[in-house]
């Protein structure tokens, strides 16, 4: 039996606090183990350091298929975050718990890549990642992300609808769920040598939410493949729901009757569980999600940055095309739909 640790210390949002100044605070962290003296106020992030995060992994065979057409139909109420911060500024267990474990990712071979799709479908199978992109018809689309932490993004992914994936997957009738998982590579990865976690990193969806308009696949961002940060080459898009269901390097699809347990679930059940959809109104046990704060350049991460504030929106500003699905799930999960 898994046995489940419950250390408030180890889990990402250990380092936040009721208070506005966590983002300030895990930089000055961050900024300290990296021997840089933190006290001068922006500039945080380096121009040499933004050249070698953003961009595709070397050798990305996908390079090719860049730049595709924008989707319209996904407005945003904001301007979009800018490259070089959302290739800097990222979580990813896998590779560490700070916010700049993005050097260590890059070392993520994503070539051969392969996809398993398994479980309760007509026939299992893998698939090259090459192969699936073959088969997909890749669209931008500018979604805003929202971290369960209270930070915010807004990025122009690529991709495909996730529904694609479910109808190339063919699933029996008595499939009711999509888990997703993570590669495991504690070679790669060094945050996988660390034995509490119960790796790899799982996250699900019912069908109905994985084959909503709005679920999507990312291959890519800023109009060029994904970087390892990022969750090269597939991860998860819902931008409906806090962002560590949008789970990143995902090498299998497997469909199931019953609810999947999901990593941050199974690491603390009480603070985080299956639905994680967005609402101002339920506030995560240790602090409030009535507002986030919007991370555009590199001056909302620096040391005394004050990234703009705003409300949090009911699922992120997405209830048109989500609400439905949950009308009647609140008599039975209450609260527990939104964490
Ligand atoms: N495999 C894996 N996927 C993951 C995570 C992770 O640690 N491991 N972190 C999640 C969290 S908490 C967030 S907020 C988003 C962040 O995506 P980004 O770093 O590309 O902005 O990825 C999610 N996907
Ligand atoms: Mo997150």
């Known amino acids: 039996m898994l046995i489940k640790r419950r250390r408030d210390w180890e889990i990402p949002e250990a380092e936040a606090t009721d208070e506005a100044v966590f983002l300030n605070r895990r930089h000055l962290l961050k900024s300290a183990a990296a021997g840089v003296a933190a006290a001068m106020g922006g500039a945080a992030l380096s121009p040499q350091g933004a050249e070698a995060a953003a961009g595709p992994p070397e050798g990305d065979p996908s390079i090719n298929l860049y730049p595709v057409a924008r989707n319209d139909s996904f407005a945003l109420d904001r301007p979009l975050t800018d490259e070089a911060v959302f290739a800097r500024y990222t979580n990813y267990y896998e590779f560490g718990t700070s916010k700049s474990i993005w050097r260590e990712a890059r070392n993520l071979p994503v070539r051969p890549w392969t996809v398993v799709i398994d479980g309760l479908v007509e026939q299992e ?27 915010s993004m807004a990025v122009p992914w690529t991709g495909f609808p996730m529904r694609a994936l479910v109808e190339l997957a063919r699933p029996l009738a008595s ?87 999901t990593f941050w679930w199974d690491v603390q059940g009480a603070e985080y569980g299956f639905w994680a959809n967005v609402n101002p109104e339920i506030d995560h046990p240790r602090w409030s999600q009535a507002e986030e704060q919007f991370i555009r350049t590199e001056s909302d991460v620096g040391f005394l940055a004050r990234p703009e504030r705003r409300p949090t929106l009911l699922y992120n500003g997405y209830g048109d095309f989500v609400a439905h699905m949950y009308a009647g799930l609140e008599e039975r999960y209450g609260d527990r739909l939104f964490r």
């Open 125 to 151: 199978r893998q698939i090259d990642i090459d192969d699936l992109l073959a088969q997909v018809e890749l669209e931008e689309r500018l979604y805003r992300l929202r971290c369960v932490e209270a930070w």
């Open 175 to 261: 499939a009711r769920y999509v888990r997703m998982e993570t590669f495991n590579d504690p070679e790669v990865a060094p945050g996988q040598r660390a034995g509490w976690y119960p790796w790899p990193y799982i996250e699900a969806l019912t069908i109905e939410e994985a084959t909503n308009e709005l679920a999507f696949l990312g291959t890519g961002a800023y109009g060029q493949p994904l970087a390892q940060q990022n969750g090269s080459p597939l991860r998860l898009v819902v931008p409906w729901k806090y962002g560590f269901k949008s789970i990143k390097g995902i090498v299998r699809f497997t469909f199931t009757e019953e609810m999947p347990t």
